[in-house]
């Protein structure tokens, strides 16, 4: 079946850098896309979110990108901090409301 | 606002018996509720999404049987794991979609059980 999957299982990013985590997506139907954080042994915690209609939505440090054409969503942390570190995950509507499907996570480690 | 609670924290118990999870949206109401169960290292599986006052409804390969949910108010889920064997434990992990506010689901800080 479809799914999401992101290219890099593990990121080590300096502190103070940027960070970009990449995900991929098969399902065109999915029209909203989350990016979660989380931390060992804690429940997903929500960054930020965009919706189909839109390419580039920003947060505080964080910027999600959607590349509809080639099925292509980021998530970019500005000045990557310590507290950063954990898993994060994308994750997509498909082609279900309210459900979400989950990519398979990319850990990010910060080192001083 | 926003919060979503779960009860235990972690749990660990003998093969053969029950464990009940709670599951509680705090500060606002939800009508759909989902279970997800993570192994580690891995990602989030949906298991089941809980509709109040009527039946969940299951993904496919999870035992309607074995995991029971209930959803008696719009801020209560509960997931009850029936006869838990070892392969049973795993981090458990509840959300509730929040209506109205793009649709955003919640997540609980999860469950860990452990099956001896």
């Known amino acids: 079946g479809e799914s999401v999957g992101l290219h890099l299982p593990t990121l080590s990013v300096q502190e103070g850098d940027n960070s970009i985590i990449n995900c991929a997506y098969s399902?065109?139907?999915?029209?909203?896309f989350i990016w979660y954080k989380q931390e060992s042994g804690k429940g997903p915690q929500f960054i930020i979110d965009?919706?189909?209609?839109?390419d580039k939505r920003q947060g505080q440090r964080v910027t999600v990108l959607l590349n509809k054409t080639v099925k292509h969503l980021s998530l970019q942390i500005a000045a990557t901090q310590p507290g950063d570190s954990a898993v994060y995950f994308c994750?997509?509507?498909?082609?279900?409301?309210?459900?979400?499907?989950f990519g398979a996570g990319t850990q990010v480690v910060v080192t001083p | 606002g926003a919060v979503v609670s779960q009860h235990p924290s972690r749990v660990i118990c003998k093969s053969g018996t029950s464990v009940k999870i709670e599951c509680r949206s705090l500060?606002?109401?939800?009508?759909?509720m989902f279970w997800y169960r993570q192994f580690p290292k891995q990602s989030l599986m949906l298991m089941a999404t809980?509709?109040?006052?009527?039946?969940?409804?299951?993904e496919q390969g999870v035992e309607k049987d074995k995991f029971l949910i209930n959803h008696a108010s719009l801020t209560l889920s509960t997931l009850t794991v029936t006869s838990a064997h070892p392969e049973d434990s795993s981090f458990y992990i509840c959300?509730?979609?929040?209506?109205?506010?793009?649709?955003?689901?919640?997540f609980g800080p999860g469950t860990r059980l452990t099956v001896l």
């Open positions: 959300s509730a979609l929040r209506e109205g506010f793009a649709d955003t689901q919640y």
């Open positions: 399902n065109s139907a999915s029209d909203y």
């Open positions: 965009i919706r189909s209609n839109m």
């Open positions: 994750a997509e509507t498909g082609d279900s409301w309210g459900k979400l499907q």
């Open positions: 500060d606002f109401q939800a009508t759909t």
């Open positions: 809980s509709n109040e006052g009527s039946k969940a409804t299951y």
